[in-house]
Every structure is written in C-alpha cells, then in structure tokens.
C-alpha cells in the first residue's frame, strides 16, 4: 500500500506538538528532529494563540485541558455531530461535519440497524440532528454546488498545450436541495429545497487543463466539453485511490469547462480535509501513470453511456448529470498524448 499523509500540515501538525509538549518540555532541536523545520514556526504560532508557553529548557502545554484532545485520530473535521431519536433522546450514530450537510439534512432518509428514520431538524451550533422513525420506499440524494479557486501554485509542469499543476485552492460548497428517487426503480419523486449555509475548505488540489484547440482535435465540440470532463473527473476520483491509499469520500473534485482562474478547460481533485492529507500530491507525482489508467478504465468498461463500474459517482453533487463517457476518453487521449513523469 502507498500510504499517503502530509505531515507538515499545521492543521494536523499543530496537535501533535501541543500533544508532545504535554508529555515533557519540547526543545527547538527535539521539534526539527521529530517535526520537521517548518514546526518551529508553528510552536511560536501556538504560543501566541495561548496554548504553549517557552521556557529555557523548551515549549511547555499551558493549559488544564488536555493536550491528546486536539487530536482526532479518526477524522480532521472537528467535533462529530450526532444523530438522536427525537422520541426517545437516543443515540443512533455520529458522522462528521463535512458529510452532515448532504446525509442528515432536513428530510433526509437516515438508515441505522435497518431501520429507516427521517430527519426532523439540523442544528449545526449544538452539532445534533434529530430524527424520527418513518418506513419509507425512497432514498434521498442532496444537490450540492461547489466553487474552487486557486490561491497558489506550488508547481506545474507543461504537457505539450496540456498541463499538470498543484497547490493550495479554496473550496466553497453549498447543499441547496435534495432529490427523493424510489427504490428499487430509481424513480424521481421530486425536489425540494433547503437553507443550508456555504462551507469553505482551504486545502491542496491537483489540476489539469487542456486548450481549446485539444479539444477540437480530440473531436470534442463545445456543447460535449462539460459531459467530457465531469465524466474524466468522476474516473479520476474513483482510481486515485488505487495508487494512494485512501477512499474516494477522502477526495472531491470540481470540473469546467472554462475556469475562471485558468481561463481553459480544467479539472481539480482536492483533498476533502482541511491543509491538505497528501493524496492530491501523490496524484501529481505520478499523474501521468494515474490519469492513463483513468483513460483505460472507461474505455474498456462495457457499459454504452457510462455506468458506476466507470463514471457514475455514488458521491456527485449533480445527479451524475452531465456525463460524457465517450468524449472523455478522447479528451484524456489528448490530455496524456505529450504526458512526462
């Protein structure tokens, strides 16, 4: 396995030193031998906001809390919110903040022990959602829209016209409705909205562009660029995790047709956690071998118009709508025709 993990990211980094400190008196030297250079930095941070304090003999842990706390080894998403029978005041569960706004919003249909419950309310300053116990012949699957902007390019590399680049982007995500389908037919049974608030991630994305005039030799006109490349993205996202160890629910991914940052066709795959986790960077340092398996995984799949084997995503934000198999395979082509390590 390729275990994939940013250890100089201040948000996980941070922790980790304030958690050290605790134990015994942690010294400039000890911190760039077991943290790395960029942790001294981090420790005067630290102290300023409170939590350390520098003596002669090192960093101390100020506080009466303890340090271990601010080290979540399960997720990065902060304080879990939990899910409670609304009758009965019982636990059900907990999920974490990123994945509370598309799983347990208002209306939301919340399985547990096979037993299905429908959710009444979401409180996202006390962190709870209430649900009550409903039978019911539907799912429901949230509609999510997503905006990313560059903030700084770490490095980027020239594939002919194409390119590779990475680096710290801002993502900005907003729940705005919700789609019940039928079981077993899938049928849709309607929309409805809702008044979630925006979510803001700072972390480190990997991104690729293609020219206008790749395109148009790859055979993909305008109207097929959007289907082209939402359908790249989705097979990008479901094969990272073949060459870095983490799942697809790790990562998320924003496609365009023409982005505002690069002014031409771009796709993004980002780290889902805050800073960063270490997999888009991975994805870059070996782009080309990932991205041409990406290609080979929706050419060979059987399937006519695309299927989940290849560019549905069980975790899409738009209904898997639009989705291009054939024009995305072209583009990819194209994409890696003057592909380097």
């Known amino acids: ?41 981090l420790l005067a941070d630290l102290a300023d906001q409170g939590f350390l304090r520098k003596r002669s003999t090192g960093w101390f842990w100020t506080r009466r809390d303890r340090a271990s706390d601010l080290a979540d080894l399960r997720s ?11 009758d ?49 012949d539907y799912t429901t699957h949230a ?40 079981l077993i037919t899938g049928d849709n049974l309607g929309e409805q909205g809702l008044t979630l608030p925006e979510r803001e991630l700072l972390t480190t994305a990997v991104w690729w562009t293609v020219s206008e005039e790749q395109c148009t030799r790859a055979g993909v006109d305008p109207s097929e660029i959007p289907g082209a490349v939402h359908a790249a993205e989705h097979a990008s996202i479901a094969l990272l995790p073949f060459f870095a160890t983490c799942d697809r629910w790790d990562i998320g991914g924003v496609s365009t047709a023409r982005h505002i940052d690069t002014g031409i066709t771009t796709v993004f795959v980002y780290d889902g956690y805050p800073g960063g986790a270490g997999f888009a960077q991975h994805g870059f340092d070996i782009a080309r071998q990932w991205l041409t398996a990406t290609r080979d995984l929706i050419r060979e799949c059987r399937c006519r118009d695309g299927c989940p084997s290849c560019v549905q995503s069980p975790k899409c934000g738009n209904g898997n709508n639009p989705l291009d198999k054939n024009a995305a395979v072209r583009l990819l082509t194209e994409l890696l025709r003057n592909a380097t390590d």
């Open 88 to 136: 009965t005041g019982r636990l059900l569960g907990t999920i974490d903040q990123t994945s509370a706004h598309s799983t347990v919003h208002p209306g939301a249909v919340y399985t547990h022990q096979g037993v299905t419950s429908v959710v009444t309310a979401l409180d996202l300053e006390d962190l709870v959602a209430t649900v009550v116990e409903e039978p019911v």
């Open 143 to 182: 509609h999510e829209i997503s905006d990313i902007r560059i903030v700084e390019e770490h490095e980027g590399h020239p594939w002919g016209e194409a390119s590779i680049h990475i680096g710290q982007v801002q993502v900005t995500s907003q729940v705005t409705s919700f789609q019940r389908r039928r």
């Open 1 to 41: 396995e390729a275990s994939v993990f940013d250890p100089t990211n201040p948000v996980m980094l941070g922790p980790h030193l304030c958690a050290a400190a605790a134990e015994i008196s942690l010294t400039d030297t000890d911190a760039i031998r077991w943290f790395g250079p960029t942790s001294l930095a």
């Open 76 to 86: 990065t998403g902060g304080a879990p919110v939990r899910i409670v029978e609304e």
